[in-house]
């Protein structure tokens, strides 16, 4: 299809390189700007994770002694509730995190046991990088798709295709209920609530918001109850 027009630009090149080089100076210079916008993008999150790691050491070290002026200081701004305000944040902050930890090891199980039964090769590592891509929005696909889509293509058809349905059926499908029940049966708020503080979070503040988002929901709702029980 490409091989006498490969043949014919490569002659030309040869006699006349300038012509050549004319030719791919555009598409060089995309190159460029595309790779210098890579590697800032790069760099720009290796210094936010290296700032994270920085900034967890400190938190973790000296966690106790910041909890107990974070709790003088709410006390102080509303009274004594600040006791239970401070737990119902830490409770459902952990809570949305066995939420996302506990919905990414059922997923990348449940990926495991699709690519042996398919017989896709290295079915155990791919099960461990579907993990990894439970973390970011529509990352499982990316790991049972191409799965999936190879096996069809070495005339496994049925193999191929049982794994297609069963990854959009099953792998894909149990992370938008296991993931919301597990966060208001730990955070003890109501299961809708929880579902839209992720689509809500993840829409408003992007990957953080799956955390921020319910956390912000759970505690903005645990007042406003409190606030219509009170005398």
Same mark, same amino acid.
């Given at each position: 299809?490409?091989? $006498? =027009?490969?043949?014919?630009? #490569?002659?030309?090149?040869?006699?006349?390189?300038?012509?050549?080089?004319?030719?791919?100076?555009?598409?060089?210079? *995309?190159?460029?700007? #595309?790779?210098?916008?890579?590697?800032?993008?790069? /760099?720009?999150?290796?210094?936010?994770?290296?700032? =994270?790691?920085?900034?967890? +050491?400190?938190?973790?070290?000296?966690?106790?002694?910041?909890?107990?002026?974070? #709790?003088?200081?709410?006390?102080?701004?509303?009274?004594?509730?600040?006791?239970?305000?401070?737990? %119902?944040?830490?409770?459902?902050?952990? !809570?949305?995190?066995?939420?996302?930890?506990?919905?990414?090891? !059922?997923?990348? /199980?449940? !990926?495991?046991?699709?690519?042996?039964? !398919?017989?896709?090769?290295? $079915?155990?590592?791919?099960?461990?990088?579907?993990?990894?891509?439970?973390?970011?929005?529509?990352?499982?696909?990316? %790991?049972?798709?191409?799965?999936?889509? =190879?096996? %069809?293509?070495?005339?496994?058809?049925?193999?191929?295709?049982?794994?297609?349905?069963?990854?959009?059926?099953?792998?894909?499908?149990?992370?938008?209920?296991?993931?919301?029940?597990?966060?208001?049966?730990?955070?003890?708020?109501?299961?809708?609530?929880? +579902?839209?503080?992720?689509?809500?979070?993840?829409?408003?503040?992007?990957?953080?918001?799956?955390?921020?988002?319910? $956390?912000?929901?759970?505690?903005?709702?645990?007042?406003?109850?409190?606030?219509? *029980?009170?005398?």
């Amino acid at each position: 299809m490409i091989g $006498a =027009s490969l043949y014919d630009y #490569w002659i030309a090149a040869q006699r006349d390189s300038t012509a050549l080089l004319n030719d791919l100076r555009p598409h060089i210079n *995309q190159l460029v700007n #595309w790779l210098l916008k890579a590697g800032a993008g790069l /760099g720009r999150g290796l210094m936010e994770v290296a700032l =994270s790691l920085l900034v967890a +050491f400190f938190v973790y070290r000296d966690g106790h002694d910041l909890g107990q002026r974070l #709790w003088k200081a709410t006390e102080r701004l509303v009274g004594p509730r600040a006791h239970s305000l401070i737990e %119902i944040a830490g409770g459902t902050t952990r !809570a949305f995190i066995y939420g996302v930890l506990g919905s990414g090891m !059922a997923q990348a /199980g449940l !990926a495991t046991l699709g690519f042996l039964v !398919a017989g896709v090769p290295g $079915a155990l590592f791919l099960g461990l990088l579907t993990f990894f891509f439970s973390f970011v929005p529509i990352g499982p696909p990316l %790991i049972w798709l191409p799965a999936g889509v =190879s096996l %069809i293509l070495d005339d496994k058809i049925w193999a191929g295709g049982g794994l297609l349905v069963y990854g959009v059926s099953v792998i894909s499908l149990i992370d938008n209920f296991l993931r919301p029940y597990i966060m208001s049966r730990e955070g003890k708020l109501p299961f809708l609530l929880t +579902f839209l503080g992720v689509l809500g979070g993840l829409l408003t503040f992007g990957l953080i918001g799956v955390f921020l988002g319910p $956390a912000l929901l759970g505690i903005g709702f645990n007042l406003a109850k409190e606030w219509t *029980q009170a005398d």
